[in-house]
């Protein structure tokens, strides 16, 4: 059982949607949290490359290639790397309890994770500071940011893996794409390849278990969508935040 | 002013830009404005962390118009990291990184 408990955790399901949208709406969940945490599951549609907060998005995306297949790229709150949003289960983790520790609270946060995937059949570990391995492959990034007592952690529940599509997308330099370049990468990650509702129902089961919380099925209010709208318009979609480095 | 890059491997990615004025700060005989060997403007991207995220944009404003010299460069980046937790590199990292813009000449 993780040392932090909650008497409710308040569980939003909101769907497929654009990057900009999904890190709107994370900033709107940051500002609003109140003492009930919220965890967050989602997807993307169109597919998304995010980048991290001090990336430079023309250094790490072919944001040309991106536009010609109808791919987003999105700059993210928090830090870490780029990443390839597909076939994927995506969640966040929103708080105003958690550990001090940064370690401490990421270890808190992929606890959950960590019983999903084992609940799901597979033998998964914490791997510091930020990753979640199976057989010493990486399932699960995760990235975090704190702002004015609120921890926001989201991160990636890979279902499958198209490492030639990721690198097409990526600016790799090409020397590096070879075949055992890409063999490298499928060697380092892995996809679960359970369905997506499954995981979601799973991840309900172990944040409630994991926290030893009851869970709140909501949707997100009139109010935060609406305030959602406008940040995406005006910050997530914007090339002022998403080229700013 | 000299544009010059950097790409370095601490645990995680560190890559560096930054312009800086390598000209002697003498025309003839008369003494001009300005400094030797600062940086004149710099930008630090990568796959790191840092809490809080803005600590970055100090470091990059911090060090602007330091010299470009091994202690100089490190004791800016130490005072600016002092209130912030990073990951994937430390001082001594973040130093190799932009001294390494030199070698890049």
């Given at each position: 059982m993780n040392r932090f408990e909650f008497t409710k955790i308040r569980v939003l399901e909101t769907g497929h949607n654009s990057g900009s949208w999904n890190m709107a709406l994370d900033e709107?969940?940051?500002?609003?949290?109140?003492?009930?945490?919220?965890?967050?599951?989602y997807g993307w549609k169109p597919s998304c490359v995010s980048i991290g907060y001090f990336q430079s998005m023309n250094e790490e995306v072919n944001v040309e290639k991106c536009k010609q297949v109808g791919?987003?790229?999105?700059?993210?709150?928090?830090?870490?790397?780029a990443v390839f949003h597909e076939s994927e289960l995506t969640y966040s983790f929103i708080s105003r309890n958690y550990p001090q520790s940064i370690m401490q609270s990421y270890e808190m946060v992929c606890e959950m994770l960590i019983l999903t995937l084992k609940k799901l059949g597979f033998d998964a570990?914490?791997?510091?500071?930020?990753?979640?391995?199976?057989?010493?492959?990486?399932?699960?990034?995760?990235a975090q940011t704190r702002k004015n007592g609120v921890m926001l952690q989201h991160g990636t529940m890979l279902l499958g893996v198209d490492v030639e599509k990721m690198f097409s997308l990526l600016k790799v330099p090409k020397e590096k794409i070879s075949d055992k370049a890409i063999e490298d990468v499928k060697q380092r990650v892995f996809?679960?390849?359970?369905?997506?509702?499954?995981?979601?129902?799973?991840?309900k089961d172990s944040a409630?278990?994991?926290?030893?919380?009851?869970?709140?099925?909501?949707?997100?209010t009139q109010e935060e969508?609406?305030?959602?709208?406008?940040?995406?318009?005006e910050k997530y979609a914007s090339k002022e935040w998403n080229f700013k480095r | 002013m000299k544009n010059l890059a950097n790409i370095f491997k601490a645990k995680k990615l560190i890559k560096i830009s930054m312009s800086y004025d390598d000209k002697k700060n003498v025309i003839g005989s008369i003494k001009i404005t300005g400094k030797k060997n600062v940086i004149g403007s710099i930008k630090i991207t990568g796959d790191f962390f840092i809490h809080p995220e803005e600590t970055l944009e100090s470091l990059e404003a911090?060090?602007?118009?330091?010299?470009l010299e091994r202690n100089e460069i490190s004791k800016k980046v130490e005072e600016s990291l002092k209130n912030s937790e990073a990951f994937g590199f430390d001082v001594n990292s973040?130093?190799?990184?932009?001294?390494?813009?030199?070698?890049?000449?």
């Open positions: 709107v969940l940051m500002n609003g949290v109140g003492d009930t945490p919220i965890l967050k599951i791919i987003d790229c999105v700059r993210r709150i928090t830090g870490g790397g570990k914490f791997s510091p500071l930020n990753d979640i391995i199976v057989g010493g492959r990486k399932v699960c990034g995760n996809g679960i390849g359970k369905k997506f509702d499954l995981v979601a129902n799973t991840l409630s278990e994991t926290f030893s919380a009851d869970l709140s099925l909501e949707n997100i969508a609406a305030a959602t709208e406008v940040l995406d318009l | 911090n060090l602007i118009d330091t010299k973040m130093t190799d990184a932009i001294m390494g813009c030199l070698k890049n000449e």
